[in-house]
């Protein structure tokens, strides 16, 4: 299913008591029919604590004794939430994503909410600072980034991955500065805090820390709580939405959310943890811990995200199989089975890479990533001349990019020269002598050699030049 098959559904308000929310709303579905059976999700939160995938429960009883039970009456609405505080989410976030994947193929309905409110409002959980303050242009040009990519890893799941045998639930991808917007503060406050207790939000663990620091804490990142509690409010009220996911950092949020909620309603409603992605060094796969990889291909290519699954060392590749793939636990434990008998050949690495990319990139990026992974450590000449353009450009994000026109007669030397890729006079021709210069993976010692179409111009118009080990040049020749 493209995401053009988007459709208009009217969801009416289930809730007439509720003043604010009492009217007819409108909202885009991503995804297959509504279905209405009960879903067979029997196992489904076993088979999420087995994979790693949920942490933790809230609250802890209720969760454990009812919401199974839950789960298997009726369909279910899940919600989790992303703030676009940058124009892209990373693999620190995908694994929020895969939750709602699983939620969705046992049938149960799944909310994406964009923070286009909360982003400008700034979650302190897990910081040590204050976010930069966002303007509201930037948060709208990053929640389209953001849209965009969990549209299109929610339509690579369904075409790629799920069984179309089984029902999928439904999939919308809210923004809930449409419920912000038109709110004064005096309003929220009025409505909203008489609900909560300061006793209560002073002890949440994001704030403690925060209190505890040189900076201290701004009323601004005090009242998030608040607007997170809100959300999920108004999705229980608006889509009967009872079950929230959110990393472990979420937990104080999370509670906040559930306390309002009984409060306001004495409804039911859970909360379940995430666990952090973490590095082999036990840092945070995150933005802010400045290793992040992101899910957009303008900022890592599908070929870097490959690389980085497949680099992963061995220790992590089980857990990151079970954690960012749909692949059944059995073949999990068979292919580590296989590389433990020939670890040389990395099976399960490349799997998991190969799945990772598919999942965020679809069919087209592992291609993708398969050619720019034999041109750059296998020497085909072959996958150079099938990449395109953008593929190059991405493979060497560093290197210069040159459109130029073939003129008659030129040579090795003159094509280092243009780009600048050697020093002029004698040195420059030496480097070439010397073997320092390689074209398309071969080594070119002759300066004055003509450029030869097929050999040092691929069919594609391409010249992938290198000096010394690192120093890559790209060449686009016009008019061939």
Known sequence: ???????????????????????????????????????????????????GVLKDSFPEKAAQDQLPRLLQSVPQTVYCGFDPTADS????????????????????????????????????????????????????ENTRGIRESIQRIFTNHEVLFHDSSRPLG??????????????????????????????????????????????????????????QAYDFYHLNQIYGCRIQ???????????????????VTGEEVYGLTIPLVTSSAGDKLGKTAGNAVWLNRDKTSPFELYQFFLRQPDASVEGYLKLFTFLPLAEVERLMEQQRENPSKRLAHKRLAAEVTKLVHGKEGLESAKRCTNALYHGSVQALEQMSDEELQELFREAPFRELFLEPGTTVIDACRIVRAIPDGPRGYQMISDGAVWINHKREDKPQQVLIPKLHILSNGLTLLRVGKKNFYIIKWLSL
């Not at 493209?2 to 009416?12: D, E, F, I, Q, T």
């Not at 694994?95 to 982003?119: D, E, K, Q, Y």
């Open 170 to 227: 439904t999939v919308n991808v809210l923004n809930n500065r449409s419920w912000y917007k038109n709110w004064g503060v005096v309003d929220f406050l009025s409505e909203t805090g008489r609900y909560f207790r300061m006793g209560t939000m002073l002890s949440r663990h994001s704030v403690q820390s925060r209190l505890k620091s040189a900076d201290g804490m701004s009323l601004t990142e005090f009242t998030y709580q608040l607007f």
């Open 89 to 140: 989410l990373h693999v620190g976030n995908l694994l929020a994503i895969i939750g709602l994947l699983h939620f969705r193929s046992a049938g149960h309905h799944v909310l994406a909410l964009l923070g286009g409110a909360t982003a400008q409002i700034g979650d302190p959980s897990g910081k040590t600072s204050e976010r930069e303050r966002l303007s509201a242009d930037v948060v709208e």
């Open 1 to 51: 299913m493209a995401v053009s098959m988007l459709r208009v559904r009217c969801c009416v308000s289930r809730r007439a008591s509720c003043s604010r929310l009492k009217r007819a709303r409108i909202f885009l579905t991503l995804g297959s029919k509504f279905h209405c059976s009960a879903p067979a999700s029997s196992e489904l939160l076993f088979s999420l604590h087995k994979r």
């Open 245 to 263: 996911l959110g990393g472990t950092d979420q937990l104080g949020n999370l509670m906040s959310g559930h306390e309002y909620i009984h409060k």
